[in-house]
């Protein structure tokens, strides 16, 4: 999990990390074995069509139209909804077929900046303990404590005089004495 007191940081910091943005300075390189998927905060330009929800996914996987109903299913579309145009989709929607485009991908690290945003609290819920048992990697920003608390296992916080690499769960993470005081010097 990464933590910074600047929100548009942690997304030029994805971007960057998923090829979308050219870094200003430094380099990164991922491991021959990793794939990679996105879920980023802004998800507007994926949703500028009138494509129904099963044509919109079927073009980031491979499969026949009851797979991706059934996909769809398994992401709380149920019946009709399926058949709705994505252009009028509401933003908790619009994140589901988002994890619904990421989950396809079959990737090994999971990027996911500010997931939660725009969910109801049966599909945070849904997604958090699909996480927890998730094999991979997951680097991710969130502004949701629970989530954090649950899924995140390693803080990394980001600031402008340095960084703090911890492993260890978000809430000793805040209230350790030892890292308040770096946290300070961090920033």
Known sequence: MFLSHNP??????????NGNREPQAGTYKW???????YLPVD?????QSDKNLVEWLSQYGEGNDVFFKGYLGRMLF???EVLKKVNV?????????MIARMQLKNANCLILDTPTNHLDLESIQAFNNNLKLFKGNILFASHDHEFIQTVADRIIELGPKGSIDKLM???????DEAIKEL?????
């Open 183 to 187: 946290r300070s010097k961090l920033w």
């Open 8 to 17: 548009r940081a942690m997304t030029a910091l994805f971007e960057i990390i």
């Open 169 to 175: 769960e978000y809430d000793d993470y805040i209230h």
């Open 89 to 97: 989709l509401s933003g908790g929607e619009k994140m589901r077929c």
């Open 78 to 80: 149920s019946g009709e």
């Open 31 to 37: 491991g021959v074995t990793i794939t990679t998927a």
């Open 43 to 47: 998800n507007t330009e994926f949703f």
